[in-house]
């Protein structure tokens, strides 16, 4: 609203200021009245000021006129700046509004201390009218005013104002007004008065009285002032109600709890990783709740004993008693001693009541929140609340739905039974016990929960008394809430009672709380009463006199009586507590109760409280009715069944089915015989279990709980699922329990037969009566987690057969988001299925992408937890971090689970990561009873989280290390495989159940020895894993003395009724903070590498070599991404260093470079290589990745050094060989100036001579006789150099080295040796050894040795080699022998093919050393490279069961012969054409003819000159653009085209797709045989077609843009020649000069020599006439093929073969799958490749047979099968262990894998026919193809590649 001056039109128009006096003098009620209260110097008190125009203090209400003035109210403000007295302050007509004026940068202290002062003068109730306004000077500003007072509870936002401290500023005077004028209509438009004041102070007094009342007789929480009864809680509210509510408001507000009794506490804000909970002495008042709270979550029963540390001096604590500052004498010290009227300082606060504390956490949190808080006060043996009254309305309460989640266990003796003990085990809601309920009628001195305690449990306070730790005089919400509690007994001997009895304790007088008494007297079994006397003049004779009429028994307990226990009538005892020891009334209380419960009696149940009326249930919420209404809809059904048949019959998924297909799954890697067609046929199997899944995956209960799920608000289906947990555990609870109690006798009768240390059918019996218990437990287990996994097997199920179904109900499709939703909402999620041993994978993946999606890719710190069965790991999470792992008897975690927590922000800023993971295990079996099935699902277990984690809790039960030998063992073997997979995670020991905890002697002591043990275990381990370590410190980073922690007992004595040991509490802190400080230091994954970690990990786990088989797919998926990047570095280094070489070439061939210099190449490369380091320093601090690159960046960052120096070293290689050729033609080059000259002026004087003598037709055939004749005389004495035969020289070198023509005609003539090295078999051209020739070699191996002893050389004498050759050569092979050659064995194959590439390999390298570009080709080279495959064709048979035959020889001497063929050919055609002076003149006659000819048509010198200039631009200028154009062509391409975009793996998908398209088998036996080979003709291949057809367009603009360079760099080129000629006056060779100064880097020009054209001036017209002999040539270079590329010296294609195929090219040795790493010499990582094939691609069988190996690498190496390394071996090699075969094999990585690439699959069914051709097997027998790939089309082959090889 605004404030605006208000005339009355009616009065007369004086001024204001007589306006406003008048107001002041008559008696005007003021409209507002207002107080200005604070400190003096918050205000500058002036004329000006418009609040405050005066410096009076003063006790009168003075209406302000200037405020009059501003807004045309009557306004009264009160100054009370400064006044501390409360007598000053006029309250007769009441306040409106308390301005307190703080002043800024001292507002915070100022506001606590004024409002404290304020709050003790006026009472609580002044804070409606407060209005806090915050003062600065004009120049500041106050903007953190308001976070800072924020923190003070007693502070309202929206009434806060800020102003200047003149207060001259209308708008903010304004502003305040309008905040003040909406504060009062919030109040009702009331003011604050004297009598508001004065009945705050009475109330005040009046609580201190009835406090120091009932201190005076000693009463406690339950004992109060007895007064009569006016009226019950439903009744009108009087004056002590709304005290009541303003008592538990600022209880409220003390505990920081104001706003939460509308904003409830949830699960939600304590489910949060935070600190350790603080010390109890470090929590202040503010902070008590929720310490409370977190100390409650954490199993801590001191929760109850919270200290408060003393902030303020008006807080009293009962443990601090007040100090007299007297300094009188002796004597009045002692008066004062004895004085009782201490006047002790009645205003100061006592601190909250534990219970008050309590009860007011209960009534501020949600229903889910109090289900945990009174489950965990149920665990710590408290008692809980059965009626609470609402402390708003005072509407009765039974919190059922809290209370439904507890579930107990107990044992009842049946004395009648001899004894019997039977063990019972169900939801405590439905447990049907006999009550005794518990009341006070009056007030008395003793304490009545302190009796009930030693009934129950003596050493522990079940219920809290007046002599409990914190107790105070003064509490606010306890009374009439009746507590309830139970005893257990344990099947003991002393057991106090032999059943469970429920203890019920009404607080207060029961006197005041009628309807809660009544409700308790109904429902008890016993009624035992409190009462001061039993007078009949007491006003509780009315309710004594209804229980004793009442058949119910009756003990009344009386305060002033003495005597023991009276039964006054049956069942009515009267029982004395004067003067009688509180054991004695409990034993004798005990005696009583057993004996009236041995009689008939009525029992209790809780659910009967939802049927009295007058009382409000809590479950009765329609929210929470209806989460319950659609559980029991899915409960219905599983009524009257057998529990153990319910999951067959609902979760049919997950039971034989799974369990079957887990058990194929696992078979899959220990294949023996047919591995393929064992493995299709399991395959198969696997398919069809999916199928019958999902057939039978629509079952009503499915249907009905996902719909739930599906359909359901957040909050019903939260409800939905607690009601279905907990109606589900009270299904299957009783039948647990027996179950259980049988298991534990058998079980207990194996381990006594065990240590007998004998073996007896008794023990089998026995043991297998356990395993069948075991079953029987397995099938009645049934929890919410099998639901789950129903639920995860229909998902998965239904995805394998990538069915969709359309029917709403059942879709699949969604169940991840939904497992997402409860897994993020902190519900814990299934990872392994404990039950089938094995964890599913699918489901895990897309529960966690929808994670992912829905969170994004958050960073966790993964903890996990290992442990023996029972050992408390499930107890200790949920103790640490407030999780809900099952923790109860007989469910116990199977399998594994996971929870995620989020990290909260107290500590989000000390870790690298945003959320906890925690992994909790089912535990590793007890030795004694382990078999090998059990030891070997412990170490999947174990190895599984270990790898899992970032690091893992090692929970061992006990001190003794021998005990915990077998879990240390697996724990060690863990390890030492992450350790050797290269993950390393952390770990620290716990050892739970430690006694005496604090002898640190005995402490070090333990360390010690788990020292020892642990280096034992390792020594072990090592041995097994094959690994050279000696200490555990070796495996991981251990530290004994820091890594160890010691846990006290979990219980305070023996269960049931033990409460936890708080100590436990503190060691659970203690471990948190070490686990905190310890993730501190790490960064923690991501989600989708935890995601991909799980597949890696289990996969591995499949296989029995663990090591050899793990492969972690993040990790290999970032190492592609470095790949691909390091591809772009290597490609800007090689490129750059391209131009540079371009550049310099020109130079050399134009004569301006004759030597360079290494130095000079580093420093034009350094911009470039400056800039890639930078480059890489920031790819390789990537945070993202940054962890996982660490370990490849120091090989990276030399591999990049070492490439650029190789570029450097490489071009400066090939351009001195353009300096050498061009030194070699030096000769020729020195002629060449004198030969042009003479041809110039020879054409120039022809031209003269025949000017206008001949016709134009005939001046060819004269300028031919001409020239003719000059060439002679030119050449004249020079020899030309002769072209080489080489066809005709190879057959003349064959035949010098004793080879027939025929033979050598023969075997040229079949063309077989073009393909020696791709021939599927050698068979033709061996013979076997005779044994006459293998003793002749030995015998010739001696007389070697012999004849080199006396010789001194190595190796026979070459006549005796020679001879013996030959004679190899001439034996005749008998029919049965060639035969037998067909068996030659596929490796025997395998080594002759090597040994072919070997021989091609050191050939080319051989003759490529020769100068045959400098000097031509020689014959004699020729004859050394066949002498030399000669020579190694000898040694090599020599080594070998078997002789080549002679074709052998010459096929791989033509073989080499041809391979180096073209390099010889280009080679020689270089050294002639750069040295044969004939050729070099013929070259020049069409340029001398149209010099002719110009001349002939009487053109100047200058044209001419031009004329030359243009045809030697127009070579040189399309050379340029084509050598630039093939640069930036390869370079567009290696950026945009796919195949060459990326890294070794892409071009290797790019390969195969190209060669399924064609379907061409030579084309693959080329890529099998040659890989490089067939990626080389792919590349040629892809640069064809994009250059010509598929992107000619873009090729052709890159073309023309480099012409347009050309052009205008000429044309710079022509315009800076002819201007600095005019500037300097030169002639033609300056000219001439600076033209090729200016085109040096870029064109090649041949010398032209200016001595027949020194005669031109006009150089403007030389460039005329150029610029126009250019036009021609633009336009021609415009229309430029690009086919004309490959006459010159750069290919695009060949630029990108040097980039892309300088990698790694090992083959597989089984397969032929080629290495896909990048890197070439990639050391020490492993050869790998993502997918092998089929071992039948490169010609495997099996021995002695024609059978074709179908078996693929991948499928052996986890198979049972084996393998020869060669022909003859008759050692063989399991597969599983193939690394040990040899160095060939010892550095190939090849992972067990069930999958297939289907590329191959197809492959083989489409080239079968041509395969058994070119190898010469069938696939037949065991090498039969599996009908299932015969299904594969080519597309889904194609399609494969682009699944399986993605980058």
Known sequence: MEFDPVEDPHEPQHSVTKSASAASNNTVIPELTLLLTGDRNSIEIGTKNILLDHDDQTNVEQFSAKLYDLCGRHISVINMLGLPNIDRVPLNQGIHAFLLLVPYGQHNSHYKSRVQWLEKTFGRGFLSYLMTVVTHESNEKCEGALADLKANSSFAEKRYHTCTRTMTDEKEIVSLLEKIDVMVSENNDQSYSRLTCVQNKDQKEHLDHNSYKEESVGTEEEIEVSTEVTSGPSETKGKGTVDVEKEIETLLSRLHLQDKLQQKLSPADFLKIGPPVKPSNDT???????????????????????????????????????????????????????????????????????????????????????????????????????????????????????????????????????????????????????????????????????????????????????????????????DGVAEIAWYFPAGNPNDSFTDCIAFCNLHGDALTTEKQREILINKSSVNVVFVPTLTRTQKNTAVLSALHKSTKPLIILVADKDCGGVEKKPGKYIVGLKERSQSDVAEELKMIIKKTLSGPHTSFQLESMSKVSGVRVDEDDPVCQKGKSAAMKILNLLQGMDISKIKDNFLPCQGNLWHEWCRIKKELYHLQGNIEKEKSQKEQALTQIRQEQCSVSHTELMKSFTESLLSLPSTDKEYFLKWMQILIDALSTDDLASILQRYDEKWSEVLALKRKHEKSPLLDSKQNELEQISKELQSATFGLEHIFREMGQIYEAHKSQKKQTHNRQTDWSKYPELAADLMISGHPMELMDGDAGYAPLTWISSVLEEVIRKLGDQTVFVLS???????????????????????????????????????????????????????????????????????????????????????????????????????????????????????????????????????????????????????????????????????????????????????????????????????????????????????????????????????????????????????????????????????????????????????????????????????????????????????????????????????????????????????????????????????????????????????????????????????????????????????????????????????????????????????????????????????????????????????????????????????????????KRAFNYFKQKITIVPTTQQKGNRDFSHEQHEQIRSFISQVEQQSLEEIQTKPVATRGCRSTYLLEMAQNVQTKVTDFESQKPYTLRKEFTVDLSLYVFDRAGRWLSQSHETYRKNNDALTYLESKKDQCYSIFRSFWKGNSSAVVFGEMICENLKVSAVQAVCNKTAIDLAGE???????????????????????????????FITYIRDPRSQAENFIKDEVHKYMFREQSHKAQNILKKNVDDISELVSQALFTATQEVKTQKGGTDMWMAQFSSVLKDKLTLDTISCQNFRDINNFDFLKEEIEKGLVPIKTEMSRLSLDKMKDFRLQPDQILIDQLCRCCWVTCPFCGAVCTNTLEDHSPDDHNVPFHRSASVKGWHYRNTVEMSVNFCTTNVSSDNSFYLDGVSEVSVPFKQYRTAGPRFANWRITPDESKLTYWTWFLCRFQQELENYYGRKFKGRGKIPSQWRTHTKQQAIESLDESYSE
């Open 865 to 1359: 937890v290992l442990g023996v069965q029972s050992s408390g790991k499930s107890t200790m999470l949920n103790a640490m971090f407030g999780l809900q792992f099952a923790v109860s008897a007989g469910r116990c975690t199977k399998g594994a689970f996971m929870q995620l927590i989020k990290v909260s922000e107290e500590i989000r800023n000390d870790l690298k990561f945003d959320y906890f993971l925690v992994v909790d295990t089912e535990g590793l079996r007890a030795l004694e009873l382990a078999s090998n099935t059990t030891t070997h699902h412990d170490n999947e277990l174990s190895t599984f989280v270990v790898g899992l984690g970032n690091m893992t809790l090692i929970n061992i039960f006990g001190e003794n290390p021998a005990e915990m030998q077998d879990v240390l063992q697996i724990v060690v073997q863990a390890f030492m495989r992450m350790k050797k997979v290269k993950l390393s995670p952390s770990c620290v020991f716990v050892h739970q159940n430690v006694s005496d905890i604090g002898a640190a002697e005995k402490n070090m002591d333990g360390k010690r020895r788990l020292q020892e043990k642990l280096d034992d275990m390792t020594q072990l381990a090592a041995k097994e894993e094959q690994c050279d370590v000696k200490c555990f410190s070796d495996v991981i980073a251990f530290d004994v003395q820091k890594d160890v922690k010691y846990f006290s007992h979990l219980w305070q004595g023996s269960p049931p009724m033990a409460p936890p040991n708080p100590r436990y509490s503190e060691n659970v802190q203690e471990l948190k903070h070490i686990i905190l400080s310890k993730a501190s230091q790490s960064s923690g994954i991501t989600l989708s590498y935890f995601k991909s970690k799980i597949q890696d990990l289990w996969n591995a786990l499949m296989n029995e070599q663990f090591v050899f088989s793990f492969k972690n797919t993040l990790e290999i998926a970032v190492y592609r991404k470095l790949e691909v990047q390091y591809a772009t570095w290597t490609w800007t280094l090689r490129s750059n260093m391209l131009t540079i070489e371009n550049q310099l070439y020109t130079r050399i061939e134009n004569g301006k470079l004759d030597r360079v210099e290494n130095s000079y190449l580093f420093t034009e490369m350094s911009k470039t290589f400056e800039k890639i380091k930078k480059d890489m320093n920031l790819y390789f601090e990537d945070k993202r990745d940054k962890d996982m690159l660490v370990q490849w960046r120091g090989r990276f960052e030399q591999k990049i050094k070492e490439f650029h120096e190789e570029q450097v070293k490489g071009v400066k290689k090939t351009l001195d060989e353009v300096i050498q050729q061009k030194k070699a033609c030096k000769e020729l080059d020195d002629k060449k100036t004198d030969f042009e000259n003479k041809l110039l002026q020879k054409s120039k004087e022809l031209a003269h001579r025949l000017k206008d003598k001949a016709k134009e037709e005939e001046l060819k055939s004269q300028f031919n006789t001409v020239w003719g004749e000059l060439v002679r005389e030119l050449s004249a004495g020079i020899k030309p150099i002769e072209d080489i035969n080489l066809e005709e020289d190879h057959k003349r070198v064959l035949n010098e080295l004793g080879f027939e023509w025929g033979l050598i005609k023969g075997c040229k003539d079949s063309n077989r040796y073009q393909v020696l090295s791709k021939l599927g078999h050698y068979s033709d051209y061996v013979n076997q050894k005779t044994q006459r020739d293998l003793s002749e070699e030995r015998h010739q191996s001696h007389e070697s040795k012999k004849e080199n002893k006396y010789t001194g050389k190595q190796g026979t004498n070459v006549f």
């Open 1533 to 1563: 391409m290696r950026c945009s085209f796919p195949a060459f975009s990326g890294n070794r793996l892409n071009l290797e998908k790019h390969v195969l797709k190209s060669l399924a398209e064609k379907e061409d088998f030579k084309s």
């Open 284 to 478: 202040c008042e503010q902070e008590l709740a929720y310490t409370f709270l977190q100390k409650l979550l954490a199993l801590d029963y001191r929760a109850r004993h919270i200290l408060v540390k003393q902030e303020s001096p008006e807080v009293s604590h009962p443990q601090s008693a007040p100090v007299s500052d007297s300094t009188d004498t002796d004597d009045s010290d002692s008066d004062e001693f004895f004085n009782t009227d201490e006047d002790s300082d009645q205003s100061k606060q006592t601190h909250a009541h534990p219970m008050d504390v309590q009860m007011a956490v209960f009534h501020c949190s949600d229903s889910f929140l109090k289900q945990d808080m009174i489950k965990k006060l149920s665990q710590c043996q408290y008692a809980l609340p059965l009626l609470v009254p609402d402390p708003v309305t005072m509407d009765i309460e039974c919190p059922l739905w809290t209370l439904r989640q507890i579930i107990k266990t107990w044992k009842v003796t049946e004395i009648k039974d001899k004894d019997t003990i039977t063990m019972k085990s169900m939801p405590i809601c439905k447990a049907e016990t006999p009550m005794v309920s518990f009341f006070r009628l009056g007030s008395l001195s003793q304490s009545k929960s302190h009796l009930m305690n030693s009934l129950i449990n003596d050493t522990h306070s079940t219920f809290f008394h007046r002599n409990c730790k914190g107790s105070t005089k003064s509490r606010h919400l306890m």
